[in-house]
């Protein structure tokens, strides 16, 4: 298993110092919030491109993926009943598939909440059938560029739409795209599942369905920094063989986003050598 920090954590810093920090601190790589990196990230020319892999290069950290992909540009939407909001979000989508590929990304998580909202209106299954084409529509683009797309099922109220991994699982299935995944992020699987994070592991990641973990604790700080027990996540990852990446996502950060990234991983490590 490798250690990915996201980057929005050290968004203050330029990305070629993003990456140096967090190799000074032990990362693999960064999760990459494509907004940090300005408003129209997913269309990026070629030599910015090439400049972000050179600072990845030079720091010897991976890109391991891509997450937050909506918040920018503004007034986008999966589930928007206007067509042409919704074919320019697939757009932004499938732009954001080619720049993960470009940048050696592995996956890209799919939260974006706001931007997948369906309401409690009488369009309520309309709105969700129109996220779920959004969802098909990009399947095929990230089985080309051979990454996964990962719908994250997030916890209320921040979403409306996918909020346990039940309910993940059965969308990828309708689907049937080999590309198209889930993942599992602790904080709102802690808030929103019945069972422990742990039986979750067990339970899901025998049926190749999840591609990706994020770990934060359910007060939205690092993993370490509040009374969620993350031992027996690491023990069940590696009980069920995962080998992919662990990106530590806090929201809050305390005192500030470095001591945090520094305190998340060395958490994480030693759970890591404990549990070997």
Not at 35 to 64: H, I
Not at 66 to 94: C, K
Not at 102 to 108: D, I, P, R, T
Not at 156 to 172: H, I, K, Q, S
């Amino acid at each position: 298993m490798k250690l990915s920090l996201c980057n929005e954590v050290l968004r203050e810093f330029e990305f070629a110092r993003q990456c140096a920090f967090a190799a000074e601190l032990g990362y693999a790589g960064l999760e990459v919030a494509p907004f940090t990196l300005g408003e129209n990230a997913y269309r990026m020319p070629d030599s910015e491109r090439a400049a972000l892999r050179r600072a990845t290069q030079e720091a010897g950290v991976a890109v391991s993926g891509l997450h937050w992909l909506l918040v920018a540009p503004a007034g986008l939407s999966i589930t928007s009943a206007d067509r042409a909001v919704w074919e320019r979000t697939v757009d932004v989508m499938r732009r954001l598939i080619e720049l993960c590929a470009e940048l050696g990304g592995a996956y890209l998580v799919h939260g974006s909440p706001a931007q997948r909202r369906i309401g409690a209106g009488p369009d309520r299954a309309e709105a969700a059938k129109r996220g779920e084409a959004a969802w098909a529509a990009v399947a095929d683009d990230a089985a080309k560029s051979g990454v996964a797309y990962c719908v994250e099922p997030l916890a209320a109220p921040d979403a409306d739409f996918v909020n346990t991994l039940d309910e993940a699982a059965a969308l990828v299935r309708r689907i049937g795209k080999p590309a198209l995944k889930t993942m599992l992020d602790t904080s709102s699987a802690g808030l929103t599942e019945k069972m422990p994070v742990a039986d979750l592991v067990r339970q899901w990641m025998p049926t190749g369905l999840v591609a990706h973990v994020q770990f934060n604790d359910r007060n939205r700080r690092g993993p370490g920094e509040g009374e969620d027990r993350f031992a027996p996540v690491v023990r069940a990852l590696r009980e069920t063989g995962y080998r992919g990446w662990i990106a530590m996502e806090p929201f809050q950060y305390r005192p500030d986003g470095a001591a945090c990234a520094a305190r998340a991983i060395g958490y994480v490590q030693g759970l890591m050598e404990a549990t070997a």
